[in-house]
């Protein structure tokens, strides 16, 4: 990266850790916080835990949409604003619905697609997947630390404090927004990280992409659910007050984390991809029955969250880089962006479904309703069919070239699989096998403008 794509790159992770951490920090303690709430019900309880999930489903492709029209950094100025309204008014609120107004305009702060596409405007191909690792990275780090701080800040501040917290986090992000982030010379449609209207029935009718939106909504379901259960068997079942959770967390953290990354190289370069995905969602199934059945020992909990924490973590990771593997090489904006809609979806239904099982089962009732989740996901992804490892190439094309003659020329160069040229946008999208690209060739066709970008770099 040159010194400006640094710049944006990281003070635009900067505003994602600061939105993401304002939204994850309650994650683990709101169970507990809300049973002091006027009007509370369990299955409000985990309404309002989820509520931020369905107006950001609802929302972020729209917001997206119209940053191509009146501009980046005003769409993301005003989804901060309603983000930090939201803050104030779950902050302010004496009742659970109170909450659940605040967190529902906190999600409808949906940004998530217009910073995308700044991010892509202010970026050259050849380091965009480099740039998207940052940005993934700064989210997981975002979660781990909330699990750990969130506690924390309760006990200093309240529940009430981290809400006002979170309003002063965006308005951090206002600051470094205009006075950090460069301003993008023109806006341009980057159709590998947005989503186009015309492209959505082809990915909604693409049935492997499909079972990976649907694993996404589950996984970020369970979650959610989980984190209605986990506070109380926590506090209520081992005696674990609350301002020490974290001690409880961080340690499985730290070693899940640590088993992760030879997992996710397995998966990635040694093509043991469905292996280690099937794998991992038949832990999380294992890890929720044995909370299910055994939340009153501290070491089967113990084990148990290690377990799901690691198979979290390595889905996390490998769902984005087979969505991009998967989608159609000139819509992948669109395929991710259907991805993370299923995505915050999942933690709006993991919300409302783990309050209803709470209150009706009690905890192991959660537990077992998502251990029942993760079987039907079993199910789903044993099905999954995996494409051959390979890269996607951006390529600028001249304005006059003949669409359809540059597509057969490209296909007869060796390593070039798939070809489609888009002449209104003048350029090329290829996948093609390293391995075995005839480089000399590609260049001759297209010229040394180079910008390989892997689609395992896309976690």
């Known amino acids: 990266m040159n010194l400006s794509e640094r710049r944006s790159v990281f003070s635009i992770a900067g505003i994602y850790a600061l939105r993401m951490l304002g939204l994850f920090l309650i994650l683990p303690v709101f169970a507990l916080y809300a049973e002091g709430l006027d009007g509370v019900t369990p299955m409000l309880i985990g309404l309002a835990l989820g509520a931020y999930g369905f107006t950001m489903a609802m929302l972020q492709i729209p917001f997206g949409w119209l940053s191509d029209r009146i501009g980046r950094k005003p769409v993301i100025l005003a989804g901060l604003l309603i983000f930090a309204a939201g803050s104030v008014v779950a902050a302010m609120a004496d009742s659970i619905w109170g909450v659940i107004l605040g967190r529902a305009l906190q999600g409808a702060g949906a940004i998530a697609a217009a910073l995308m596409a700044l991010l892509a405007d202010l970026t050259r191909e050849e380091i965009r997947s480099k740039a998207m690792a940052v940005i993934g990275m700064t989210i997981g780090t975002s979660f781990t630390v909330a699990l750990i701080v969130g506690p924390l800040l309760d006990n200093w501040v309240g529940v009430d404090g981290i809400f006002w917290l979170t309003a002063i986090f965006a308005l951090l992000s206002m600051v470094v927004l205009y006075k950090v982030v460069p301003d993008p010379g023109h806006l341009t449609l980057h159709r590998d990280v947005e989503s186009r209207p015309g492209e959505f029935g082809r990915i909604l009718t693409n049935v492997q992409l499909l079972r990976l939106d649907v694993g996404i909504m589950l996984l970020h379901g369970i979650m959610t659910a989980m984190f209605i259960a986990l506070p109380f068997v926590l506090r209520d079942h081992l005696g674990v007050p609350a301002m020490h959770h974290p001690w409880v967390y961080l340690p499985v953290l730290v070693v899940a984390m640590g088993v ?124 999954m069919h995996l494409p051959a490892m390979r890269s996607a190439i951006m390529r600028h094309v001249a304005s006059d070239v003949d669409a359809e003659s540059l597509q057969a020329q490209l296909l007869n160069v060796a390593g070039v699989h798939e070809v489609i040229v888009v002449q209104e946008e003048n350029t090329a999208f290829l996948r093609v096998d390293k391995k075995l690209l005839d480089s000399e060739a590609l260049d001759a066709l297209l010229g040394r403008d180079l910008s390989i970008e892997p689609e395992s770099a896309r976690t």
């Open 260 to 383: 992760m990354i030879p997992l996710i190289i397995v998966a990635e370069k040694k093509g043991k991809m469905k292996q280690v995905f099937i794998s991992c969602i038949a832990l999380i199934a294992t890890a929720c029955l044995l909370l299910g059945g055994f939340h009153d020992k501290m070491v089967s909990v113990i084990v148990g969250l290690f377990l799901f924490f690691i198979a979290y973590n390595v889905l996390e990771a490998t769902l984005p880089s087979l969505i991009s593997r998967m989608a159609p090489i000139d819509a992948k904006g669109t395929a991710m962006g259907v991805y993370s809609t299923s995505q915050f979806f999942g933690a709006f239904l993991g919300g409302v479904l783990g309050g209803w099982c709470y209150g009706v089962f009690d905890v192991q009732g959660i537990f077992y309703g998502s251990a029942a989740i993760a079987g039907v996901w079993l199910l789903i992804a044993m099905g």
